[in-house]
């Protein structure tokens, strides 16, 4: 917000999700690969990814407030389950 109050996010999901509605194009991840390849996931996407990760989620029995642990390696798989478990 230019001239107004700082934006005030309750999760790292708050952001992701306000960015994909306005720029759905945006990045809204980077990632770096060990080879040195770059991979960029646009907002809206990443945004999906993360819902249908939440569904994935509730589906096997994960409830809000619930505490989820993930063991994953570290790909774009795990950026999604992080999100979806945020949801």
Same mark, same amino acid.
């Given at each position: 917000?230019?001239?107004? /109050?700082?934006? *005030?996010? !309750?999760?790292?999901?708050?952001? +992701?999700?306000? %960015? #994909? =509605?306005? $720029?759905?194009?945006?990045?809204?991840?980077?990632?770096?690969?060990? /080879?040195?390849? *770059?991979? !960029?996931?646009?907002?809206?996407? +990443?945004?999906? %990814? #993360? =819902?249908? $990760?939440?569904?994935?989620?509730?589906?096997?029995?994960?409830?809000?407030?619930?505490?989820?642990?993930?063991?994953?390696?570290?790909? +774009?798989?795990?950026?999604? =389950?992080?999100?979806?478990?945020?949801?």
């Amino acid at each position: 917000d230019e001239g107004g /109050e700082p934006t *005030r996010w !309750t999760s790292l999901l708050e952001p +992701l999700l306000e %960015r #994909a =509605a306005r $720029a759905p194009d945006w990045p809204g991840l980077v990632l770096l690969a060990e /080879e040195g390849a *770059r991979y !960029t996931v646009a907002a809206g996407e +990443l945004a999906r %990814r #993360a =819902a249908d $990760a939440a569904a994935r989620l509730s589906a096997a029995g994960l409830r809000r407030g619930e505490i989820a642990v993930l063991v994953m390696d570290h790909t +774009l798989e795990l950026v999604e =389950a992080f999100l979806g478990a945020l949801w």
